[in-house]
T-cell receptor, first 115, second 114 residues
Framework: DGGITQSPKYLFRKEGQNVTLSCEQN?????MYWYRQDPGQGLRLIYY???????QKGDIAEGYSVSREKKESFPLTVTSAQKNPTAFYLC??????????????FGDGTRLSIL | AQSVTQPDIHITVSEGASLELRCNYS??????LFWYVQSPGQGLQLLLK??????LVQGIKGFEAEFKRSQSSFNLRKPSVHWSDAAEYFC????????????FGRGTQLTVWP
């Protein structure tokens, strides 16, 4: 079955450490997205990528970094510069341009907590 | 600027009652509109979408939504709620000028009483 796989489901970080969240899709989608979800705040866009080797900052990119070396993969690194990283992180993908009327498909998320 | 407002943070209904979740959007051109549902600790599942044509769209799980351009609204409805519908619901807007980005509302938490 095609879909989006996020791993791990739960992740713990010590203060001062960088951690990387994995997102893999086998839907052959060009576009991929990372969101952060906090209670009562909906989904806020961190980074997105419309095509391999290209990505753009979203609304809350500070303290995060990404790479898009392969079409299937869009890992997110939460750096030590992110002062409040505890949150639920969601990865999504979509067919991409010019089909902007197509929906995004979501993974099951990674919950990151600070020890 | 694009934005979505979901005025109701939390709604409680009895099982079997009808449901309407409100969504208002701001977008300068023809919007693409989506409703998603999220169960606790899970990702988002698409319920339905609108981008052109009939303004009343049908989705999965017996949900429907109506696009009203004059009111900038895209409200989600279900005639009879089941206990399994308890979840958080998100409305989102995108369009040709957003390059694939979606703008999400803050969500409405639905509680269903037996």
């Amino acid at each position: 079955d095609g879909g989006i796989t996020q791993s791990p489901k739960y992740l713990f970080r010590k203060e001062g450490q960088n951690v990387t969240l994995s997102c893999e899709q086998n839907l052959n989608h060009d576009a991929m997205y990372w969101y952060r979800q906090d209670p009562g705040q909906g989904l806020r866009l961190i980074y997105y990528s419309q095509i391999v080797n290209d990505f753009q900052k979203g609304d809350i990119a500070e303290g995060y970094s990404v790479s898009r070396e392969k079409k299937e993969s869009f890992p997110l690194t939460v750096t030590s510069a992110q002062k409040n990283p505890t949150a639920f992180y969601l990865c999504a993908s979509s067919i991409g341009q010019p089909h902007s009327n197509q929906p995004q498909h979501f993974g099951d998320g990674t919950r990151l907590s600070i020890l | 600027a694009q934005s979505v407002t979901q005025p109701d943070i939390h709604i409680t209904v009895s099982e079997g009652a009808s449901l309407e979740l409100r969504c208002n959007y701001s977008y300068g051109a023809t919007p693409y509109l989506f409703w998603y549902v999220q169960s606790p600790g899970q990702g988002l599942q698409l319920l339905l979408k609108y981008f052109s044509g009939d303004t009343l769209v049908q989705g999965i799980k017996g949900f429907e939504a109506e696009f009203k351009r004059s009111q900038s609204s895209f409200n989600l409805r279900k005639p009879s709620v089941h206990w399994s519908d308890a979840a958080e619901y998100f409305c989102a807007v995108g369009g040709g000028s957003t390059l694939g980005r979606l703008y999400f509302g803050r969500g409405t938490q639905l509680t269903v009483w037996p």
